[in-house]
């Protein structure tokens, strides 16, 4: 049976457009049986489908959800009070099994708040949590959490690392995935008060690989193939990371000017940063799993264009392949 | 009459040998008079000034400091036990005023701890603090704090923007220096408690010239003046920062491979990038001010070479000259 993902229409700052080319390019490119079911107001949504000729023999349905909720609502509103949502009925589908998994760009804690309302938490866990990829220079390191627990005791950031182990384990298929500490020192005892109580219960935590602390400046030498932190941190860094492509460009051009490097020369330099650069653009993971909610959910960046929705289309495919709601069931002990 | 500094010539990686050359080239190229006292182990650094063939012209004199504190050696225990150390007896120098202030690029606890011990704080002023050069697209931001203060109340985070505010209004001549909140979201109310608390009481300080959150990806781009967040914060980022040069260097020297450039267009990639990370280097900035002591402390980077101990030795002199300490006395009541 195709595998059937439920789709915001409405997520992101690029919606409705990027979303819809985004799932039509991902049907077209997918390996295995893919449905779609697109969920946002029919009046907007369906000219837009037209007006792209999508062919009847795409498996593509357009559900309306007439209630939009924007980048700029309180997620406990949007909870409460947008039930016809994109949001809330993708969701919905998913907790009902008319759909395999929910995916959005849109404004993150309406989408975490209300996937906690609709499909609940995995017994055993006690916060949910986005884990990004952080780039590094030996491919990515899951980070975690970016930016959805902003205040967590030593416990919380125990059961992100056991999170991410099982996703990282069980979804990018690496055996026994290591763990670092973010932290301002490698020896034992440095850190605040959280983070050297979660060292402790890290390193009596048995089915957790825990290598230590790691520094700010591991992280882009690849330090672990998981990087735990509170999400005030993880959100700071990665919003860091992710300006650093951008800054670069501007400042070699800046020093290219001064230095007046002849054209031939500045698109010798270009070619080579551009392509540094790409391993540092968001757009190209696609998105970021939602952790510990009893259901399969991604959760795009705002900026995502149609690329990056399709390559989270295929993510979540992985992702509910993968069996990983069960899975961390397990590792809860539910 | 010539300013004299207190030098720690233990105190780095590179010590005794780097801090020797840098109070020697510091001492050669000081525009206003100046002395530097050296202090250290006499059977250890006499040698190492002997061989550098120091001229007896030279204002720069060897203090015996037998006790060597290590790099390893805990904050508390160093204070306690190594009583005829460099950090002590410079630090003493200071106190008795035989010195006008005091430099270390040796263990940052121990000189922070026996800063405490030996001048004190000044009055009103609850947690002294290290303060630290960001590199960003228009020259550095200031970051406070970065790594002394890893537990901090809301208060804490006020007392570092004030503090933060005069240094870079009266030591680096920036008039009403702005001050952004490092936060996870530019809007008022984002944020872990500690900041959303802090955000109200720095929209409160009269004396704080605040313009509210800045997020990571600000950073690079020059936010604000003056970055405020707690010390672990800080410290991760300071640290990441740093290593963004060293990763960009192997990711271009990769691809270049990868691109099999030829020499001469590897020579031109090579030449932009080097000048592009010279803003990155903290070698550049010399030293970081230890803010709230009842003294002129500044600490280098443990890495520190003789280079940056001669730009920290420079800029020590202009932190005395700005009469700091007195200004922060003024603002915090005193």
């Known amino acids: 049976m195709a595998l059937c993902i439920a789709v915001d229409a409405m997520g992101g700052d690029n919606a409705p457009n990027a979303v819809i080319q985004g799932a039509i390019s991902a049907l077209e490119s997918?390996?295995?049986?893919?449905?779609?079911?697109l969920f946002g107001p029919t009046d907007r949504v369906q000219p837009l489908l037209d007006e792209a000729g999508v062919s009847s023999d795409l498996p593509l349905k357009l559900v309306d959800a007439p209630d939009v909720i924007e980048m700029t609502d309180s997620p406990a509103a949007a909870?409460?009070?947008?039930?016809?949502?994109?949001?809330?009925?993708?969701?919905?589908?998913?907790?009902?099994?008319?759909?395999?998994?929910?995916?959005?760009?849109?404004?993150?804690?309406?989408?975490?708040?209300?996937?906690?309302?609709?499909?609940?938490?995995?017994?055993?866990?006690?916060?949910?949590?986005?884990?990004?990829?952080?780039?590094?220079?030996?491919?990515?390191?899951?980070?975690?959490?970016?930016?959805?627990?902003?205040?967590?005791?030593?416990?919380?950031?125990?059961?992100?690392?056991?999170?991410?182990?099982?996703?990282?384990?069980?979804?990018?298929?690496?055996?026994?995935?290591?763990?670092?500490?973010?932290?301002?020192?490698?020896?034992?005892?440095?850190?605040?008060?959280?983070?050297?109580?979660?060292?402790?219960?890290?390193?009596?935590?048995?089915?957790i690989n825990f290598k230590g602390n790691v520094e700010g400046s591991d992280l882009l030498d690849y330090a672990a193939d998981i990087i735990v932190c509170d999400g005030f941190v993880?959100?700071?860094?990665?919003?860091?990371?992710?300006?650093?492509?951008t800054v670069l460009k501007k400042m070699t051009a800046q020093e290219m000017e001064r230095q007046q490097l002849p054209p031939e020369d500045q698109q010798v330099v270009a070619g080579v940063l551009s392509e540094v650069s790409k391993g540092f653009d968001a757009d190209h993971r696609g998105g970021a799993p939602l952790l510990g909610v009893d259901g399969n959910v991604m959760i795009g960046h705002g900026r995502s264009n149609a690329d990056a929705i399709e390559q989270m289309i295929h993510a979540t495919a992985d992702l509910v392949r993968s069996n990983v709601v069960n899975e961390l069931k397990d590792a809860f002990g539910e």
């Open 234 to 245: 993880g959100n700071i860094l990665l919003k860091f990371g992710e300006s650093m492509t």
């Open 30 to 37: 997918a390996d295995d049986p893919l449905q779609i079911l």
């Open 79 to 207: 909870v409460k009070k947008k039930r016809e949502s994109s949001i809330h009925l993708g969701l919905g589908a998913h907790k009902k099994g008319d759909a395999d998994a929910f995916i959005s760009a849109g404004n993150t804690g309406a989408v975490m708040a209300t996937s906690m309302f609709t499909l609940g938490r995995i017994s055993g866990v006690e916060r949910p949590s986005i884990a990004g990829y952080f780039p590094t220079l030996r491919g990515f390191s899951i980070v975690v959490d970016i930016g959805t627990n902003v205040d967590c005791r030593p416990e919380h950031l125990v059961q992100f690392a056991r999170m991410a182990s099982v996703y990282t384990q069980h979804v990018l298929g690496t055996e026994n995935p290591s763990v670092g500490l973010l932290n301002i020192g490698e020896e034992p005892g440095k850190g605040n008060e959280q983070v050297k109580a979660a060292f402790d219960l890290l390193g009596e935590a048995e089915d």
